[in-house]
């Protein structure tokens, strides 16, 4: 037995001595995690890494582990507790004048754009904000100075929803300040104004002569400098689907690939490996630069500089110490990157190719094996050439294996999906991001001396482009290729609650078929409505309208290409809102039918949707809120009347008309000029709960608290989403509708008669 103890100190004793900042940097990942058990958790695991530190080799390393866990707790701690510091002072600060310097490139518009800043003098100097701000877009390095309030940071108020309140906190920002008007001209240092020139120009050159709306010029952007594709949700989802998604994302295959290039070049110029190292090193580190400095293409940078350097100082390099060289610096200068989800994929996937790829690739021996009894210099080109193609088959079956299983389990977590058939679509795609790389990289470097010349690159680049969609659109089309996670949900109605008086809901099964009743706007379901759609594992294949307002709509194609929509129920004919007009004019997709045409359809779980009330579908001069259409679902005995933004002129032609709209439950918006559920319209409704909108802005979609008063005055159960946020309505094994939000710990249960 001590033999044994023995064995296995030695052997674990070797690896650590082989690796030593790898080592070093788990011991400090042990300190930042145990930072959030507390001050005692924290002291054991500094005084376990003392105790392993000197079983396995002396009571320096033991000293030097239990400095590395102390410092990254230590730190960790600090931060902390300095953000909550500024997140109470700011919280308390309503109004304020700001000195700020972007920290990168403001993105969104004109009218309304964000970035995350530093301020610079006052009570909150050395604090992160999210700055959001109108007009001229700024670069990183701007200097700004405006009036304007602080804003808590955006806490998710749906299931499902992304929790950017979290992911800032993780990027070190304390608060949201909108800026409502500038107090000075703003500035931009000569070095910050020449490097946004010069991205500026690299983005433009890479598709330079491509039609800059095309999807190949978006794949070139994305590839070459890590720039999300806009409004193509089909196109993101295809590599999504195929499991080759990281290749939007400028990290450490692109740096990997860059490096490979210049490496490549500088041999066949007869540059020995130490001098080659110190052209390669600025090379990578532009290239990190010119495309952002993405916090990926950053830790990647670094990690290539410490693989690298190991060249120069004549020392065989190691991919897991290079590895722990980088994290153990981040983790000792700021632990909560430990928690963001792109720095456990990156981090996670490098460190399963260091410890996979030569176990794969023992097992991948027979197909990169030579001919037997037949020496290398006697082969024949062709003999050379297929060896030389089996042995880089076998490389990169063994890297793509141990990073297809390396992240499995994070992708799983994070995302709720498996992607197996990445194993073989990494084998194509790769292998063409490499050309197109190499490609907008040449093509960048003549453009100066050969315009056309580059123009015409580009162009040869789109082929590449397209040969990269169709094969991710390939292997994202295989059947059991990638599979979602669905979580096992009562069969229910979520109905959103969106910011500006925008408007969605969504009825769903047990199994993730789903309809759609409105879309919100279009950053309401870019933001909320589809990611949280995605997280719950639905996919709706029907949508179905109220009115021609954009806050509905959802922007139009971004709904159906986002989402398999099958069918239609459109409020109206002829619209003046673009958006509405983009639904009409994509018929051919699509069953689209007219409210009025329509006089119920079937929904999941057995339940129907009813069409209670069609506007005039012809008049298009009409306000968009004096047009809705009105919907009541019955679903197992109860029933749910949806009245959007209706006003009173709509409820007093549902009455004239005669209709049954008879509910358990109305869900409401606002009219934005008119008064809405009158007392006539109760009266006829008879609601047991109204869920309704209430946002702060527009003002005039803001429920007074004397209406409010007034309903629950009349025995009615009042769920104001300002308070709850998303209301989730599902029907209980006793048959009670349950009606929970958010926000609020218990649910409000309606009791069947």
């Known amino acids: 037995m ?37 001050l005692w958790v924290s002291v054991a695991v500094a005084l376990v890494a003392v105790l392993f530190g ?30 909550q510091n500024f997140e109470r002072l700011m919280s308390n600060a309503s109004a304020a004048n700001l000195s700020v310097r972007l920290l990168e490139d403001s993105d969104g518009g004109e009218r309304f754009w964000w970035a995350k800043a530093r301020i610079l ?28 309030n602080f804003q808590a940071l955006p806490e998710p108020k ?3 929803e992304f929790d950017r309140a979290k992911w800032l906190r993780n990027q070190d920002v304390a608060a949201v300040f909108q800026a409502s008007g500038m107090l000075d001209d703003a500035s931009t240092p000569w070095h910050a104004a020449l490097g946004a020139r010069i991205r500026h120009a690299f983005r433009e050159g890479v598709t330079a002569g491509l039609d800059q709306d095309s999807r190949e010029a978006m794949v070139i952007r994305a590839v070459v400098i890590g720039e999300t594709p806009r409004d193509a949700d089909s196109l993101v989802a295809a590599f999504r689907e195929s499991g080759t998604l990281h290749v939007f994302s400028v990290s450490g295959l692109h740096v990997a690939m860059v490096g490979s290039i210049g490496w490549f070049v500088l041999g066949r110029l007869g540059v020995s490996r130490r001098s080659a190292v110190l052209v390669l090193l600025p090379l990578i580190f532009g290239y990190s630069w010119i495309t952002g400095n993405s916090a990926p293409a950053l830790r990647s940078a670094w990690m290539a500089a410490v693989f690298l350097g190991a060249f120069t100082f004549r020392r065989k390099p190691d991919l897991l110490n290079a590895l722990g060289a980088v994290l153990l610096v981040g983790l000792l200068w700021d632990g909560r990157m430990l928690y963001q989800a792109g720095v456990q994929l990156s981090y996670g996937v490098v460190a399963a190719i260091a410890v996979g790829t030569s176990l794969f690739a023992r097992s991948l021996r027979w197909l990169s094996a030579p001919e037997l ?27 793509s294996t141990a990073a297809a299983i390396g992240s499995a389990p994070l992708t799983l977590f994070h995302f709720g999906m498996a992607t197996p058939v990445s194993l073989l679509a990494g084998l194509v795609l790769v292998p063409l991001v490499f050309v197109l790389l190499c490609i907008s990289l040449l093509a960048m470097a003549i453009s100066p001396i050969a315009g056309p010349v580059a123009r015409g690159l580009n162009q040869v680049n789109a082929l590449v482009a397209r040969a990269s ?17 669905r979580k096992t949900m009562r069969p229910g109605l979520l109905v959103y609650d969106l910011e500006h008086g925008a408007g969605s809901a969504c009825f769903y099964g047990g199994s993730g078929e789903a309809v759609l009743l409105d879309c919100g706007d279009r950053n309401g379901f870019r933001h909320t409505v589809m990611p949280s759609l995605r ?14 307002d954009g806050h509905h709509l959802g922007g139009g194609a971004v709904v159906w290409e986002a989402f398999p929509i099958r069918e239609a129920v459109m409020p109206v004919k002829l619209s003046r809102s673009s958006s509405y007009r983009s639904w009409m004019a994509n018929p051919s997709r699509m069953n689209m039918r007219l409210a009025g045409e329509v006089r119920s359809m079937d929904l999941p779980d057995g339940a129907r949707l009813e069409v209670v009330h069609a506007p005039d579908p012809l008049a298009q001069n009409a306000r968009a809120d004096d047009r809705v259409a009105v919907y009541r679902l019955h679903w197992r005995g109860w029933k749910i009347l949806f009245t959007s933004d209706a006003g009173t002129s709509t409820e007093n032609q549902v009455l004239e008309a005669g209709a049954d709209v008879t509910a358990d439950v109305i869900v409401a918006g606002c009219h934005r000029n008119d ?22 802005f527009p003002p005039e979609e803001h429920r007074s608290d004397e209406t409010v008063g007034y309903w629950k005055s009349r025995g009615i159960e009042v769920i104001d989403q300002c308070i709850v946020g998303g209301v989730t309505i599902t029907i209980d094994d006793n048959g009670d509708l349950r009606l929970a939000g958010f926000l609020r710990d218990e649910p409000i249960v309606l009791r069947r008669r």
């Not at 997280?535 to 021609?548: K, S």
């Open 2 to 38: 001590q033999e044994k103890a023995s064995g296995m100190r030695a052997w674990l004793s070797d690896r650590i001595g082989r690796r030593p900042l790898f080592a070093a940097a788990l011991v400090a990942m042990a300190g930042v995690l145990a930072v959030e058990d507390g």
């Open 54 to 83: 000197g079983w396995f080799g002396s009571w320096r390393r033991g000293l030097a582990w239990l400095l590395c866990a102390a410092i990254a707790a230590g730190v960790l701690a600090w931060r902390l507790e300095r953000q």
């Open 121 to 148: 003098e006052g009570p909150h100097e050395g604090a992160k904000v999210l700055w959001q701000g109108r007009g001229e877009m700024r670069v990183a390095g701007s200097m700004l100075k405006a009036a304007g």
């Open 158 to 160: 749906n299931p499902g």
């Open 373 to 399: 009894y037949l020496p290398l210099d006697q082969m024949s080109r062709a003999r050379r050439w297929f060896l030389s193609l089996r042995q880089a088959t076998a490389q990169s079956l063994a890297v």
């Open 469 to 485: 969609i169709e094969s991710a659109e390939f292997f994202a089309a295989i059947p059991g290729g990638h599979l979602e996670l």
């Open 535 to 548: 997280q719950l594992g639905m996919r709706p294949n029907a949508v179905v309208l109220t009115h021609p």
């Open 675 to 696: 008064l809405s559920l009158g007392d006539a319209f109760l009266h006829a409704v008879a609601p047991r709960a109204i869920v309704f909108s209430n946002p702060a």
